[in-house]
């Protein structure tokens, strides 16, 4: 296809996307179902394409001055790919497969109007209603932090320290351009092209072999500031598929009693392959049958129960851009809800002198301190271990982190903007006694 023919598709995907309300992901097979003769290169552009106008639709409409799918893409190959009017009147010649041609009003708008006097819910890509929630979380700096929020994201990749060291697997991945990530100790990064092709790492030896994960290198630290280490009793109470799982597995060196669980059983389906591959042989998962605890033989014995809590994702954003714009306001309250719920079920697995890890991949106080300064209202024996010293765990890069990160006495909260890393909150607290 050419470029212009991958203008014309991305179109065609968007206007799905609009008319019969489908997640981006769904239309964007369907798509590719209905033109079989597209290769990978080109899905993989017209994939791009569609999610880069997701990151940057409000922006992108506001620029063209027109919401139409065909006006925010031209709006994002200005705003997100520095395109200028000429570039795009190149690819709109009306051969065959082409958008029709740039009209008069395209090219005014095109050269003439800018974000200066956009409201910050534009400028910054996001809906609207979540105004106050955002002026909550970083006032006048909003538009600034949502706009990181828009950018593409990198892909970054754990390496697994039961299996392999950091150095070693940079060497055997230099083909694929990874460098080592910014804080974590074991983080690898892979910046992502325009095109957002997938570089296969799932075929990569190094995944096969179980040496490493795809893992935001925010994710990792959350983990890593739970301060899991050898021989204790730790419990994973949101495991999911096992991505906070297999690094406190890895923190704990193969010595202790690692448990995995969630409320949901389908979410755990994937984690008995992963733990397998990563050569993880201290965890135990637990999944629930019928209304049962399945941890109900644990009684204050925990040394730490990390929470990877169910949240709005709004830290995700970047790699979600399609659910930033069907987040709904009832979705907050029975994300809040949920939160609590996992937090109070909690107690009764630490013990004295324990601790819970809270993490949230949301931005959004109400589910971060205003979460924890309600337990803590619950739950008086439980006091939250000052931030900085739960970063020490970052050893030489400690100080830098505590400048970058937004620290407040619950926790702390990682952003796009601050640390690179997908938007992330943590506070660990630690029951007296
Ligand atoms: C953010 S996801 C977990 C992601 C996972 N830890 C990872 O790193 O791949 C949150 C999980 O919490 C689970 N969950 C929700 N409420 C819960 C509760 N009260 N107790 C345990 N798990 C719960 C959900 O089913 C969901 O799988």
Request: with cysteine; charged share 25%.
């Amino acid at each position: 296809m050419t470029p212009a023919a991958r203008l014309s598709a991305a179109i065609e995907v968007i206007e799905a996307i609009d008319n019969q309300r489908v997640p981006a992901a769904k239309a964007l097979k369907e798509w590719g179902t209905a033109h079989r003769f597209a290769g990978s290169g080109d899905r993989a552009a017209v994939s791009g394409l569609v999610y880069d106008m997701l990151r940057r639709q409000a922006s992108s409409a506001w620029i063209m001055d027109d919401d139409t799918p065909r006006g925010r893409l031209f709006g994002m190959l200005r705003l997100e790919r520095g395109m200028d009017t000429d570039a795009i009147a190149s690819l709109c010649d009306g051969s065959r497969f082409a958008p029709g041609p740039l009209t008069d009003g395209e090219r005014q708008a095109l050269t003439s109007r800018s974000l200066l006097d956009a409201p910050a819910h534009v400028a910054g890509d996001y809906p609207e209603w979540l105004d106050p929630y955002l002026i909550e979380a970083f006032g006048d700096d909003r538009a600034a932090e949502t706009a990181a929020m828009a950018r593409r994201a990198p892909l970054d990749l754990r390496v697994n320290t039961l299996k392999a060291k950091r150095e070693k697997v940079l060497g055997s991945l230099r083909h694929l351009g990874v460098t080592a990530t910014p804080w974590s100790p074991f983080g690898l990064r892979i910046m992502l092209g325009a095109d957002a092709r997938n570089p296969g790492i799932q075929a990569e030896e190094e995944f096969v072999k179980g040496a490493v994960e795809v893992q935001d290198e925010g994710s990792q630290i959350a983990a890593l500031l739970s301060g899991a280490k050898p021989g204790e009793q730790v419990i994973d109470l949101c495991a999911g598929a096992g991505g906070k799982t297999l690094t406190l597995a890895a923190m704990m060196q193969g010595r202790g009693r690692l448990i995995a669980t969630d409320r949901d059983k389908r979410q755990l389906a994937p984690i008995h392959e992963r733990l397998s591959r990563a050569g993880v042989h201290n965890a135990e998962v637990r999944t629930p049958k019928w209304e049962a605890e399945p941890l109900s033989d644990i009684r204050e014995s925990a040394d730490l129960v990390l929470i990877d809590a169910p949240c709005t994702g709004t830290g995700t954003w970047r790699r979600n851009p399609d659910a930033k714009w069907r987040m709904r306001p009832g979705a907050l309250d029975i994300r809040l809800k949920d939160q609590a719920e996992a937090l109070d079920r909690a107690v009764a697995f630490v013990k004295p002198g324990g601790r819970i890890a809270y993490v949230t991949c949301s931005v959004l106080p109400q589910e971060n301190g205003e979460q924890i300064l309600k337990f803590i209202d619950r739950h008086s024996d439980f006091r939250v271990i000052p931030p900085s010293q739960t970063a020490s765990v970052l050893w030489d890069k400690t100080d830098d982190f505590l400048a970058a990160v937004y620290l407040s006495d619950e926790g702390l909260l990682m952003t796009p903007r601050r640390t690179g890393t997908d938007g992330f909150f943590v506070s660990v607290m630690r029951r007296q006694g």
